[in-house]
């Protein structure tokens, strides 16, 4: 009896198992299913080169939500990636134990916290702070508040896994640093940081999928104008002050009430959205491969 | 550097050598730790700032009535929350009873099952295949499990906007996590658990239901809870696959609003920036407690792993 | 033959938080000899010899009384920094860094300041040279310093130590980890180096103390689990004339 019991379960649990690769076989299919008809209508030059979103004049170009993407994803590198791996250090190697036992909660509470919190701290405090720049046409609203918040959201992902890739580095090579007569500083700039390298790389990938994928924070801070991101005035760092639509934006804006070609158009866009986040893996994992020495 | 032995300069701290740059390591060093701990300040004053400012702000409209009475719309955002709590809880109940059987069910196989399968060439590439599958998942934005909810449970299968729409998105978005955080817990078990119960003679099956799942609970209630601050804090899956009412779900064919989403369209769509806050507030201490409870977990799992 | 003291330590404990690990410990390290440190595992053999650069400063809770000197001048009042430059060390394991042999020799040189390729390259080979290794890999410093044999490996690392020119190198069983004839070259190596060195190493390899060493200090464990100094004196007095009846014990392999 009991091995009637032993093997059905053993089958049971093998569908749990495929369950998962069905399911992304499931999405792979349907959103290229569905994105299909834009490809073929649209045609993929004018789809991803387009500068004009405007699905009632049947205009279905993405190329502002692409670059609006690309950016706001580049700023919040910018701002959040020196922090994040400065945390990861001090957490890994310069905090005391009781410090590190304040700090380090609070960096996965920071995880935690759901993105529309965020959203929304950044339309209250934020926004109404960058719009006091007086740049004519500052709204606010815009890639500077965008990769402000995205930079925050991101943080926690990028020091929690370059903390444990700097803390995985053996000993051996801290101590034999120490013994030929080094600084601590000169320790984990020499041995441990390059040590650690493949894992402090991982842990940015993480962040700049998670930077790419996010979607509400983005819709409520970034101002949702389907227009390529230009400069407000003579200066060109005002760039950062333009509003701008990302791909992900896109999808949630317009989904609910999109039709036909129309809704095709927005599948695309997630079809794009995947792509971009394969190739931003591939590039990063090639780029480690590339540098093994 | 010279080898023509060393003069002690002065009776103070430091022998010094000719061409030694020791002073600028030292001061290198300095300036790298000031910087260092500029940082980890700053982490935690985010944090405070944060969760200070929603807090504060949340507080001043949170009371009994913004609790019980359920939202009535309007440009001022008229009501309470009530039922988007209920939805919130629904959602959580029904998206976990998806995605835990089958995501604990898959990491069982993988761990106690799929290991074994070394030399069968066929089902060791299938188990490749599917860690090939989770990792993909785990890579995927929550947006693009809403669009694929959309087109598959909403529009497909004619679920509509629904809980049941959602929670299977939701689930899907869930697995590699489930996935992940029990298969770790599972390796944790020793082998010495498992060498044991099969020499008493007992069938696979008796072995992993009776004593390695019962080792690995903590870990795998872990990865439960994990999931359960994931519903809660989700919202882009969730936006295109439950609809955007805020009234009281009648069945798991209804939609709703949790109360992520409420502080979305409250945000967006009213002025009630307050109430906002309000609903951010309880968000915030709900993922605490969440927070809590899982570093509980795990340090009850150290030790439970430690002391046997 | 009169010796010049080197390193000297004088009534030296250490504790780890309440726990002593070495009691009362006071010996003369003689400048250009060899100095052994023998006697049974978990005596703190490693744990005195990471005194002499301090590096128990490292772990958290350690706390020392008494004094500990080099040339005269207390170890403790000195810049850590600098006194390990001047006293290096070479570990159980070969720990070579992940990089090239030739990164790996100019790592220290380079952490001291100096960067014209020229004298790094003087620096390295130079190295190589007096730890026995220049020959069987002058063809590739590029090569990867993993890639090499235990044995290789750890000239490397006496190599490495030996490139900031420093004064004292402690050795903490340094061939225990490698096979016969590997640790026979290693052997060889360091009666070559304590022209240049003073040389203080750690083994509990017997035969290796006697033949290889020209004083021994003999540590064991009292009850309370510190490590105390039984005896201490020239090789071939301990090895032969032994003074305590714990160390004729040991020598002659009745425990340990």
């Known amino acids: 009896m009991r091995y009637i019991v032993d093997r059905s379960m053993r089958a049971l649990l093998l569908v749990s198992a495929l ?119 500052n709204t606010g609203f815009g890639l500077l508040s965008a990769s402000i918040v995205l930079a925050v959201m991101i943080l926690p992902t990028i020091t929690n896994i370059a903390e444990d890739a700097i803390r995985a580095v053996p000993r051996e090579y801290k101590e034999g640093s120490l013994a030929l007569g080094t600084t601590h500083w000169q320790t984990i700039v020499g041995v441990i940081l390059p040590a650690a390298r493949s894992g402090i790389v991982a842990a940015v990938i993480l962040g700049v999928g998670r930077a790419l994928g996010e979607t509400m924070a983005m819709i409520m801070v970034i101002g949702n104008s389907v227009v ?37 158009a927005i599948f695309a866009t997630g079809v794009v959205l995947f792509v971009l986040i394969i190739v931003v893996n591939s590039l990063a994992r090639l780029l480690m491969r590339g540098r093994r020495r | 550097m010279q080898d023509a032995g060393w003069r002690i ?56 009535e913004f609790l019980l009475t359920p939202p009535r719309g309007g440009l001022s955002g008229e009501g309470g929350i009530s039922t988007t709590v209920v939805t919130t809880l629904y959602l959580v109940l029904l998206t976990i009873s998806i995605a835990a059987p089958l995501g604990v069910g898959a990491a069982i196989y993988l761990v106690e099952y799929a290991g074994q399968m070394q030399g069968q060439g066929r089902l060791a590439y299938l188990v490749g295949v599917v860690r090939f599958g989770v990792e993909l998942l785990a890579g995927v934005p929550s947006i693009i499990f809403g669009l694929f909810g959309y087109a598959l449970f909403v529009t497909a299968m004619h679920l509509g906007f629904s809980l049941l729409s959602a929670a299977l998105a939701g689930a899907c978005l869930l697995l590699p996590v489930v996935i992940r955080a029990s298969e770790e817990a599972l390796r944790a078990v020793p082998r010495s658990f498992r060498e044991g119960s099969l020499a008493l003679g007992t069938t696979q099956w008796q072995t992993v239901w009776g004593v390695v799942v019962p080792a690995a609970l903590p870990g795998i209630i872990t990865s439960v809870v994990l999931s359960v601050g994931r519903v809660i804090s989700e919202t882009a899956v969730f936006y295109v696959t439950l609809g955007g009412s805020y009234n009281l779900p009648r069945s798991i064919l209804s939609g709703g609003r949790s109360m992520a989403l409420h502080l979305y369209y409250l945000a967006m769509d009213t002025r009630a920036f307050e109430k906002a806050m309000g609903t951010g507030a309880i968000l915030i201490v709900v993922i605490v407690l969440i927070n809590l409870v899982i570093n509980f977990l795990s340090h009850r799992l150290a030790a439970r792993l430690g002391g046997a | 033959m009169e010796s010049v003291v080197k390193l000297e330590v004088q009534d030296y404990h250490l504790f780890y938080g309440d726990f002593r690990a070495l009691r009362g410990i006071s010996v003369q390290i003689p400048a250009h000899h060899i100095t052994a440190i023998i006697g049974p595992s978990g005596c703190g053999k490693s744990t005195f010899l990471r005194t002499f650069n301090r590096m128990n400063d490292l772990i958290p809770g350690v706390r020392v009384e008494g004094q500990a000197t080099l040339d005269g001048q207390d170890i403790f009042e000195v810049d850590v920094v ?175």
């Open chain 3, 82 to 256: 600098e006194l390990r430059r001047l006293v290096g060390m070479v570990f159980q394991r070969p720990n070579p860094f992940p990089k090239s042999i030739f990164d790996n020799v100019a790592y220290g040189p380079r952490a001291h300041g100096v960067h014209e390729r020229a004298r790094l390259a003087g620096i390295v080979e130079r190295s190589l040279r007096d730890a026995a290794l220049w020959d069987e890999v002058k063809d590739d410093l590029g090569k990867s310093a993993l890639a090499l044999s235990g044995g290789q490996q750890q000239r490397l690392c006496i190599a490495r130590a030996l490139a900031v020119e420093p004064q004292v190198i402690l050795m903490d069983e340094p061939a225990s980890a490698l096979d016969p004839i590997a640790t026979l070259r290693i052997e060889e190596l360091i009666q070559t180096l304590k022209q240049k060195y003073t040389i203080v190493i750690v083994t509990h390899n017997m035969q290796q103390a006697a033949r290889a060493s020209d004083y021994t200090a003999f540590l064991m464990m009292d009850e309370e689990r510190a490590g105390y100094l039984v005896e201490y004196g020239p090789t071939r007095d301990i090895f032969t004339n032994p003074r305590h009846k714990q160390t004729e014990d040991y020598i002659t392999g009745r425990f340990g």
């Open chain 2, 9 to 64: 300069e002065h009776r103070d701290r430091t022998f010094v050598l000719t061409t030694s740059n020791l002073a600028w390591r030292h001061f290198a060093q300095r300036v790298a730790f000031a910087l260092l701990w500029l940082a980890g300040i700053m982490a935690v004053a985010v944090l405070v700032v944060v969760v200070a400012y929603v807090v504060l702000q949340g507080v001043k409209v949170i009371n009994p």
């Open chain 1, 228 to 264: 390529v991101p230009r400069p407000l005035a003579s200066n060109p760092l005002t760039i950062v002050l333009s509003q701008a639509r990302t791909l992900t934006g896109n999808i949630a804006v317009e989904i609910a009430y999109a039709t036909g070609l129309h809704e095709s």
């Open chain 1, 19 to 137: 369950v998962s690769i069905f399911v992304v076989f499931l999405i792979l299919v349907f959103t290229l299913r569905a994105g299909l008809r834009a490809f073929r209508e649209i045609g993929l030059v004018d789809l991803l080169m387009g500068r004009v979103w405007r699905p009632g004049q049947e205009q279905y170009g993405i190329l502002a939500m692409i670059v609006g993407s690309v950016f706001v994803t580049i700023l919040a590198v910018a701002w959040g990636v020196p922090l994040s791996l400065m945390g990861a250090i001090f957490l890994a190697e310069v905090a005391p134990a009781w410090v590190r036992s304040v700090v380090r909660p609070a960096v996965e509470l920071l995880a935690g916290i759901p993105s529309v919190v965020y959203g929304l701290f950044g339309m209250v405090v934020l926004v109404p702070l960058v719009r006091r720049i007086p740049v004519p046409g």
